[in-house]
């Protein structure tokens, strides 16, 4: 069971907004800690998605968005496109368990 | 160009051991905190270890302390994993990763994973 939880899977139809959760505790997201997202396609490595809660790397669409509130971290999805059909992770640290922890990620089927 | 090359997987039986390598290009290899995160077939993302900079410093997942050793020698830019006591629960996908930051950082850099199979 992973730390950080997230729902196994979301879905919607191309051009759609989606939203996926990260849910954490006291000891990770809600210590202040930054909330990272992977996407993962499907047998490749997974790849920075949004880093420092909100930031996006350069080449990152501005049609995913993250935000942060409390214990919980949100990854958006706007305009849906069949290619973003893959696997998402967030991932944080957690200063009980000493280490980076991610959620048990999501997956996202385009409809 | 970041680059970053894992190798030494393999096939081995419970209990048994292996050592995997990282090796990184690049960048300047003793300034970035470096780790393992594994993937096990149809799971999840699980990290394991991280190691900073002179090799000092060390931190592991519950899930490994005192069977895995993280190690690096920043002379040749290569990380190792020395895996002993393997369980058949420690199949997987074994990916080395850059972290850009301080323990709280993010990922910005991966290799594209070595393969363990634990089994008799």
């Known amino acids: 069971q992973s730390i950080l939880t997230q729902p196994p899977s979301v879905s919607g139809a191309p051009g759609q907004r989606v ?3 990260c849910t954490g505790s006291s000891s990770n997201i809600g210590a202040g800690y930054d909330v990272h997202w992977y996407q993962q396609l499907p047998g490749t490595a997974p790849k920075l998605l949004i880093y420092g809660d909100t930031n996006r790397p350069s080449g990152v669409p501005d049609r995913f968005s993250g935000s942060k509130s409390g ?3 949100s990854l958006a999805i706007t305009g849906l496109q069949t290619e973003d059909e893959a696997d998402y992770y967030c991932q944080s640290y957690d200063s009980s368990l000493i280490g980076s922890v991610f959620g048990g990620g999501t997956k996202l089927t385009v409809l | 160009q970041v680059r970053l090359v894992e190798s030494g997987g393999g096939v081995v039986q419970p209990g ?10 690049g960048f300047p290899f003793s300034r970035y905190g470096m780790h393992w995160v594994r993937q096990a077939p149809g799971g999840g993302l699980e990290w394991l270890a991280v190691i900073w900079y002179e090799g000092i410093n060390k931190d592991y997942a519950d899930s490994v302390k005192g069977r895995f050793t993280i190690s690096r020698d920043n002379s040749r830019n290569i990380m190792y994993l020395q895996m002993n006591s393997l369980k058949v629960e420690d199949t997987a996908l074994y990916y080395c990763a ?5 323990s709280g950082g993010y ?4 290799g594209q994973g070595t393969l363990v199979t634990v089994s008799s």
């Open chain 2, 98 to 102: 850059r972290i850009r930051g301080d």
């Open chain 2, 107 to 110: 990922f910005d850099s991966w």
């Open chain 2, 16 to 25: 048994g051991s292996l050592r995997l390598s990282c090796a990184a290009s």
């Open chain 1, 71 to 73: 214990t919980s971290a």
């Open chain 1, 19 to 21: 939203t996926m959760s």
